[in-house]
């Protein structure tokens, strides 16, 4: 089993990043897939990116391609989505989570979740 914590969430301004963390607990993190997503008020859950175990494989979705990047070490059990150049549509509770799937890009196959983190950019 899988225990996650998201940290980094905040308030910022449009054109600011911010670097999302994700703190896991158990021996076998190293060998989940470990996704972020995202849900805006009124919106439903929405993919960000993906990473292997191994962080060879990485995958951001669309909106974020260019913006953001996912990182991950597993010596420190962390994951990291760095946010770049944020607008105010990334708005949203950011939850981090792992799978066993590779490449795994919709929530159903997600078997942890954190508790998420609060990212608002104002304009």
């Known amino acids: 089993q899988v225990q996650l914590v998201e940290s980094g969430g905040g308030l910022v301004q449009a054109g600011d990043s911010l670097r999302l963390s994700c703190a896991a607990s158990?021996?076998?993190?190293?060998?989940?897939?470990m996704g972020w997503f995202r849900r805006a008020p009124g919106k439903e859950r929405e993919f960000v990116a993906t990473?292997?175990?191994?962080?060879?494989?990485?995958y951001v979705g669309n909106s974020v391609k260019g913006r953001f990047t996912i990182s991950r070490d597993n010596a420190k059990n962390t994951v990291v989505l760095q946010m770049n150049s944020l607008k105010p549509e990334d708005t949203a509770v950011y939850y981090c989570?792992?799978?066993?799937?590779?490449?795994?890009?919709?929530?159903?196959?997600?078997?942890?979740w954190g508790q998420g983190t609060q990212v608002t950019v104002s304009s």
């Open positions: 989570a792992a799978a066993q799937r590779l490449g795994a890009v919709h929530d159903y196959e997600y078997d942890y």
């Open positions: 158990g021996r076998t993190f190293s060998s989940y897939t």
């Open positions: 990473i292997s175990w191994s962080a060879g494989y990485t």
